[in-house]
């Protein structure tokens, strides 16, 4: 079983929409859960991490962790082009980071 | 954010000869580092973690007397392939985590070709 699972996409959504990312984890112990966006050849650059049950809001974006159903989302309000990207939900547990598959999300002019 | 600087960015050897990546933490002191192989289209797959001072540990499936990994110094890591195959040719990325923090930051990749 992977540590962390992602719908691989792509999800597509248009200019100015919602996008929704989802993430579920396998380890009850992880502690952390973050969010990547990366281009195409390029290294993950971090939006945003969580680690307390609820939602974190950051500008556009908002990571929401629900810890009893081991599950970590990303919404993206008023979605870019620019935001067309993958989608990488990371989980740290001890010492360790896991990564998903990631998503990718299509955003259309 | 913290910089983490990774060097080469991109690299082609020929088959058989060995590579070194070497990993840097710019304004902080990185007590654990990461290694990352990513090939396209594919997730960041853990190769192994190493902390200061100590020897790496590997994820199973990665062969330690291949990927050699050194921890010197609280700011630098270094990942050397050793005779390496064009099975090897992906993208590898390093990652660094300061001691008491929750994020770790990213290496700019390096692309390795083996021909």
């Known amino acids: 079983q992977k540590e962390v699972e992602q719908n691989s996409g792509p999800l597509s959504v248009p200019e100015g929409a919602i996008a929704s990312l989802n993430c579920t984890y396998s380890?009850?112990?992880?502690?952390?859960f973050f969010w990547y966006r990366q281009y195409s050849g390029k290294s993950p650059e971090l939006i945003m991490f969580?680690?307390?049950?609820g939602d974190k809001e950051d500008g556009r974006f908002t990571a929401q962790l629900n810890k009893a159903s081991q599950y970590v989302s990303l919404l993206i309000r008023d979605s870019q082009p620019s935001d067309s990207a993958t989608y990488l939900c990371a989980v740290k547990g001890f010492n360790k980071f896991y990564f998903g598959s990631g998503t990718k999300l299509n955003v259309k002019p | 954010g913290a910089v983490v600087s990774q060097h080469p960015s991109w690299v082609i050897c020929k088959s058989g000869t060995s590579v070194k990546i070497e990993c840097r933490s710019l304004d902080f002191q990185a007590t654990t580092m990461f290694w990352y192989r990513q090939f396209p289209k594919q997730s960041l797959m853990l190769m192994a973690t190493?902390?200061?001072?100590?020897?790496?540990?590997?994820e199973q499936g990665v062969e330690k007397d291949k990927f050699l990994i050194n921890h010197a110094s609280l700011t630098l890591s270094t990942l050397t392939v050793t005779s390496a195959h064009p099975e090897d040719s992906s993208f590898y990325i390093c990652?660094?985590?300061?001691?008491?923090?929750?994020?770790?930051?990213f290496g700019q990749g390096t692309r390795l070709t083996v021909v």
């Open positions: 990652s660094a985590l300061q001691g008491g923090n929750t994020e770790a930051f």
């Open positions: 190493s902390n200061e001072g100590s020897k790496a540990t590997y």
């Open positions: 380890d009850r112990g992880s502690q952390s």
């Open positions: 969580i680690y307390s049950n």
